[in-house]
């Protein structure tokens, strides 16, 4: 899940639109960051880039939304809480 392929959109807690000039700034930002720039460390299967990857899953997203008649985006970035064990704890550090 995350990086490789999306949440399931049941799974989604939290989704924040992507507009066409915020897409082609996260494509930047991962050309940025150099350890995700040219290809994943754990590819799998998927050959393409990890901006291309990330642009894709973030533009179905968006279409699986559309499909279930909300609001048309050009992307969406999921969010999924992370079950921590003891979150109070980690929260207070």
């Known amino acids: 899940m995350g990086a490789w392929q999306e949440w399931d959109i049941e799974d989604i807690e939290m989704a924040v639109p992507i507009s066409p000039e915020e897409l082609m700034r996260k494509r930047k930002a991962i050309f940025k960051h150099q ?14 880039k990890f901006w291309q990857r990330a642009e894709a899953r973030n533009q179905k997203t968006a279409k699986l939304y559309d499909k279930l008649g909300l609001t048309e985006y050009e992307a969406i970035e999921a969010f999924v809480r992370y079950p921590f064990d003891d979150e109070a704890s980690f929260l207070k550090q």
Do not use: I, L, T, W
Not at 35 to 48: L, T, W, Y
């Open 35 to 48: 350890s995700q720039k040219d290809f994943p460390v754990f590819p799998g299967e998927d050959n393409r």
